[in-house]
């Protein structure tokens, strides 16, 4: 086991392209880092330099305390997961499993003894003869991890591996690549594209926006505290509502103008947050997530405070334990250009996970009552999350 | 319960296949099928025909053969001509002709993987410029090459030499590109798993690739059987000894020497089914993995 670091790491292609922007991160020994972000962040890339399947253009990787830039792959004590498993076809999965220890010339006794325990620790017993084409999808990605574990390697490495899951396997898949790292106390990188992977799964979690890091983090901490719109933006499903509003503090009372309505801000928040003083009078991006923006007819806290604003349902989505609404509100949408936004077209829509019991319908003029408290601020200059 | 009224006609028209053309009778499907078959078997009696007109001529004397030419069965069966092609040394030719053709394919298999790898998956410098060159010499027609192959083998003591025969055959562009096809269609994932695994590069072709380009393999072994096997032009300009005489060669002097008197179709035609023989054979054995293997690299290449 190790730890895994990053130092200034630029990765730049042939054709000039910029895939990663000095990276620094530090992943501790036994940790399980999930580096999560859109397509093309650089994500892949940074977990194929550490693999050793990319050229490292600037900076250094260090496996533990060596420095890994020039060491070919398969002399970095890591082994990978890939998100099409990768496994050898004209081998079954006795022979796929054995095929590194084979490599590495280990004597046939602890060849039988490491794949026995894995085949029994992934329950693969039963297909130990049989070719990775007569499996199934979970049955496959299983395999790869064997593969993996057989090696008792520094670290491993897995590339988006439940992608090719359906949704069923893949949240049963999570829990037990999650029980087994926890059980091997192996350092882990896990590349995804999925937050809600990201957030079930890590220790930490670090995002990654076009080659630079944006936030590392626990879930918890990227979800209750992002640094800056992306983070804001990227975590949180449905994704968090962040408007422009003009912010007006008058000794102790606050509130931000939406459009033609007014939320009132609690002077505990300024308390919390003196720095907001430095933004009076100004444009800021004003955040709420989903789950604080609440039904006002079903009364509350927050709409007995009067903190309320209105608009038309333009979607309604009943999933049972809540209703999602999208309400038409007349504020100007803050998005950062790099999260696809499939209401782009739809104007403003401020979006409330409500009670069950709201009898809101399409159409019909909304009042929703925002949790003030739990607001996010952000300077529009420079994307971050205004703090202290 | 509510009552079907009767007399309910279908209103939905019938169309497909047995849909009525307007104004005109359709043919019954099984009246159409038997006149498919009549028109493939008319088509495959005019292919396998040719066939039967040279293994029964074979089989034929002389005169029975100039007489009664397009007649497949012989009036008299006799296998004279196949004694008179044993006198003429076609044993010989014969294992020449297994020599040379087994060398071949062994050589083209491992040359041609070995090389179409390394244009698929290594990175070195001149390797696009290979690549080209590669598909450039097979649109070079061999006959060009003849005079100037027979001055290279000289130079290098390999003319009139199995050497000769051999080693300038086993590799060849067509081969190489079809390896090299086939590797780029492999994922590229499978070979990254391996060197992670701690295979280096050879073994990442040996163990992990190559097995896995079995249809490739065996239409290349198919193709370069056939190729070797068939050869002329190469081995007329290459040797001239009458001991690595292989069956075309030999067979070619036979009708242009001591037979060009005379039609002689038996001997000639008893020639041509041993040799057809071998190749005949292979190709039967392994026709399912040449079929396969002609289109793996196309679907995902």
């Known amino acids: 086991m190790a730890r895994i670091t990053f130092t200034n790491v630029e990765k730049i292609y042939e054709n000039g392209f910029h895939a990663v922007h000095d990276l620094n991160l530090e992943i501790a020994d036994g940790e399980f880092l999930v580096l999560v972000g859109p397509s093309g962040c650089g994500k892949s890339t940074a977990l194929r330099m550490i693999a050793g399947l990319e050229s490292i253009s600037e900076g250094t990787v260090r496996i533990g305390d060596r420095v890994v830039n020039n060491i070919p792959a398969k002399g970095r004590d890591i082994a990978m997961v890939f998100q099409s498993y990768a496994l050898y076809p004209h081998m079954t999965v006795w022979e796929n499993i054995a095929f590194p220890l084979k490599l590495r010339k280990t004597p046939k006794e602890e060849i039988n003894r490491r794949v026995d325990e894995a085949a029994r620790l992934l329950e693969l017993e039963d297909f130990i003869d049989v070719k990775p084409g007569q499996l199934s999808g979970g049955q496959r990605q299983r395999v790869a991890m064997g593969r993996s574990i057989v090696r008792q390697p520094a670290a491993f490495l897995m590339d988006e591996p439940l992608s090719n899951l359906d949704a069923k396997l893949r949240v049963q898949m999570r829990a037990e690549i999650s029980k087994l790292q926890r059980t091997l106390k192996v350092t882990t990188v896990y590349v995804t594209h999925d937050q809600v992977e990201a957030m079930t799964m890590g220790d930490r979690v670090a995002v990654l926006s076009r080659g630079s890091l944006q936030q590392v983090d626990t879930p918890q901490n990227l979800y209750d505290h992002p640094q800056n719109l992306f983070v804001a933006s990227f975590i949180g499903s449905p994704q968090m509502n962040i408007v422009e509003a003009t912010l007006r503090i008058d000794g102790d009372a606050a509130s931000v103008d939406l459009g033609s309505q007014t939320l009132a801000i609690p002077a505990s928040v300024i308390t919390v947050l003196p720095a907001l003083r430095g933004y009076d009078g100004k444009r800021i991006g004003i955040g709420v997530r989903p789950e604080n923006v609440h039904d006002a007819a079903l009364g509350g806290e927050a709409a007995a405070a009067g903190n309320t604003i209105t608009g038309t349902v333009e979607v309604r989505e009943g999933i049972g334990s809540e209703i999602v609404v999208h309400v038409l509100i007349d504020a100007t949408a803050v998005r950062p250009d790099d999260i696809d936004d499939p209401t782009a077209n739809m104007g403003t829509l401020f979006v409330g996970r409500l009670d069950p019991s709201s009898r809101l319908q399409i159409g019909d003029t909304a009042t929703l009552s925002v949790s003030t408290d739990h607001l996010h601020f952000f300077d529009l200059e420079t994307g971050l999350a205004i703090r202290g | ?301």
């Not at chain 2, 009664?68 to 010989?92: E, G, H, S, V």
């Not at chain 2, 002689?264 to 005949?280: D, E, R, Y």
Request: glycine share 8%.
């Open chain 2, 1 to 301: 319960m509510s009552t079907v009224p009767a007399n309910t006609a279908a209103t939905e028209p019938v169309t497909g296949p047995d849909a009525p053309i307007e104004g005109g009778r359709r043919m019954p499907p099984m009246l159409k099928r038997a006149l498919a078959y009549a028109v493939l078997v008319v088509f495959a009696c005019f292919y396998i025909f040719p066939f039967l007109i040279e293994i029964g001529t074979a089989f034929k004397t002389d005169p029975d053969a100039t007489a009664n030419a397009m007649n497949p069965i012989p009036k008299t069966w006799t296998t004279d001509a196949f004694r008179r092609l044993a006198d003429a040394n076609f044993d010989r030719w014969f294992a020449n002709s297994v020599i040379v053709a087994l060398f071949v394919t062994a050589g083209r298999l491992f040359f041609d993987s070995l090389a179409g790898y390394a244009l698929a998956r290594l990175h070195f410098r001149g390797r696009k410029a290979i690549g080209a060159a590669v598909i450039a010499v097979m649109a070079v027609p061999g006959v060009v090459l003849l005079i100037p192959k027979y001055l290279v083998l000289v130079q290098l003591h390999m003319y009139d030499h199995y050497a000769g025969m051999i080693i300038p055959l086993m590799a060849d562009a067509a081969g190489v590109f079809i390896m090299r096809q086939f590797f780029i269609s492999i994922p590229v994932e499978i070979e990254e798993a391996a060197r992670i695994d701690g295979a280096g590069t050879f073994r990442v072709f040996w163990s992990v690739v190559l097995p896995m380009a079995r249809p490739a393999l065996i239409t290349l072994t198919i193709l370069s059987f056939q190729g070797s096997w068939n050869e002329y032009a190469h081995f007329l300009v290459a040797t001239q000894s009458p001991d690595l005489k292989t069956l075309t060669t030999g067979v070619g002097g036979l009708v242009s020497g001591q037979l060009s008197a005379g039609n002689q179709f038996p001997i000639k035609l008893a020639a041509a089914t041993l040799m057809t023989i071998p190749v005949a054979a292979v190709f039967f054995i392994f026709q399912r993995y040449f079929i396969r293997g002609a289109t793996a690299g196309a679907v995902k290449g």
